[in-house]
């Protein structure tokens, strides 16, 4: 069988470029959303949060800064080909990305060692939280993210059973979404993981968040749930800033998965209009 | 409207601050978030003296990300206030005057904003790039060992922000998203 070799400094450097990268610029998607909003907000002071984060992207990319303070826990999807071979820890060479990109990249370090009794900085934003699928081929593909605290200390998990429906799953979105209110700096992007179990539903959701905001759910079912739940986000009134308006949320993404026929579990994931995520392919 | 406030806060000019103006704060600064605000309570729970005079002063809910060289302050956007709620109302009956975050705020932290005649301004979460412009020079206070979380001293001009609960209780939280909700 025939390897492909990828060399460990490869993808640190990679991992690196994504971290930096998606923390200075904003995906084209996020802020094509932002200034349709900002045409379309109903509040006047909504109309000037949404001025000043488009201002606020436009400087982070200008500079070459992050556009929040809050640079993320660092979460990684990896796909690595099966025909891959690299030479060294793959893990490590992901982890040293993160911790060059958060040192030299002027990011924040945001993680502590212990969740309960020590909450030790770890100076260098390490450990990551990896995602690795082995999938066919002689590629390794990373979509990686810095998933910001504010917005995900709003998420939930519901494990819902089959009886609830559509309406169930709608019911539970809303409710934590409606729940968030003006914390989580909306708008929004939701991201939901619908199916699987407990953790596949909630990885689901991360995922969710981290598609782009202009596609939609390839099965047309979920993608016109998509729509509605968006419309129906939008008629909460948080606004931007949560300080009152029309644009409470820029999106939501739903991914499926096959689930166990006396479940339907439900995770939303809730990201702010910071929505930083990039995508490389080795 | 926009109102021009230079610092330290008088209480006059608290007393002339409504819930949805909009504020440019100029002079010095406190910042803070999680770990500091634990630690200054349980110095106030124990009785003991704090290690930064928080009279007269406005705290800043902030962490921010590391200054790039040539810059006075990293990227330094608000945090979510309601993780401050526990401690917030021990502070301003110390004579904090006031609170810069973002997000609401919880039955006691109003009522100990009421009591004391103090505000709370709100800046744009996620705009810490443009905020940070704002900021002219930082000193560091105290709690170093907690590197972005460390109790530090921001000189600002023109620190763009909202009123978001005003010195008689009046609440945007409250009273702004219900004129936009939709049935």
Redesign the interface.
């Known amino acids: 069988m025939e390897f492909r070799a990828i060399s460990a400094e490869e993808i640190t450097s990679a991992v690196k470029k994504l971290f930096t990268d998606c923390n200075y610029f904003i995906g084209s998607d996020i802020l094509c959303a932002l200034s349709k909003a900002r045409d379309n907000e109903k509040s006047p002071v909504g109309k000037s949060v949404l001025s000043q984060i488009i201002e606020n992207d436009r400087i982070a990319a200008e500079e070459e800064i992050p556009l929040c303070q809050d640079t993320g826990m660092a979460v990684l999807f990896v796909e690595y080909g099966d025909k891959v071979c690299v030479d060294g820890d793959f893990d490590e060479a992901v982890t040293e990305g993160v911790r060059q990109a958060y040192r030299d990249g002027y990011l924040r370090k945001s993680v502590v060692s212990d969740p309960v009794f020590d909450r030790v900085n770890t100076k260098d934003n390490t450990p990551a939280i990896i995602h690795t699928k082995i999938v066919r081929g002689d590629k390794i593909r990373i979509t990686a993210g810095g998933k910001g605290f504010g917005s995900e200390n709003m998420s939930a998990i519901k494990m819902l059973t089959p009886s609830y429906g559509v309406e169930g799953v709608k019911q539970f979105i809303l409710d934590t979404v409606f729940k968030a209110g003006p914390n989580p700096c909306p708008p929004i992007v939701v991201g939901v993981g619908i199916g699987g179990t407990f953790e596949r539903a909630a990885q689901l959701a991360k995922k969710a968040t981290f598609r782009a905001i202009d596609t939609s759910n390839p099965d047309p079912r979920y993608a016109a749930l998509e729509d509605e739940l968006l419309g129906e986000i939008n008629k909460m009134g948080f606004g931007p800033a949560g300080l009152g308006g029309s644009t409470t949320a820029l999106g939501v993404n739903i991914e499926t998965s096959p689930t166990h026929i006396a479940g339907m579990p439900v995770a939303v994931n809730i990201c702010c209009h910071a929505a930083r995520h990039a995508s490389v392919e080795i | 409207m926009t109102k021009r406030i230079t610092l330290p806060i008088t209480e006059k000019a608290i007393a002339d601050l409504h819930a949805?103006d909009s504020v440019l704060l100029t002079g010095t600064i406190l910042t803070g978030r999680d770990?500091a605000h634990k630690r200054l309570y349980e110095l106030i729970e124990k009785g003991e003296p704090l290690p930064v005079d928080i009279k007269g002063e406005l705290i800043y809910y902030?962490?921010?990300?590391?200054?790039?060289p040539g810059?006075a302050v990293?990227?330094?956007?608000p945090?979510?206030s309601?993780r401050m709620d526990k401690y917030a109302p021990s502070l301003l009956d110390l004579g904090l005057k006031g609170m810069i975050g973002?997000?609401?705020r919880n039955r006691d932290v109003i009522d100990a904003i009421v009591r004391n005649k103090c505000v709370y301004l709100?800046a744009?979460?996620?705009?810490?790039?443009?905020?940070a412009?704002s900021i002219k020079k930082e000193e560091l206070l105290c709690y170093e060992d907690?590197?972005?979380?460390a109790v530090r001293r921001y000189t600002v001009e023109d620190f763009?922000c909202?009123v978001?609960i005003d010195s008689e209780g009046n609440n945007?939280?409250e009273?702004?998203?219900?004129?936009?909700?939709?049935?």
């Open positions: 949805g770990a902030v962490g921010p990300a590391p200054a790039k810059y990293g990227p330094a956007g945090t979510s309601y973002k997000g609401a709100v744009i979460g996620g705009a810490a790039a443009l905020i412009k907690l590197g972005t979380e763009p909202i978001a945007v939280y009273t702004e998203p219900v004129k936009y909700r939709e049935d």
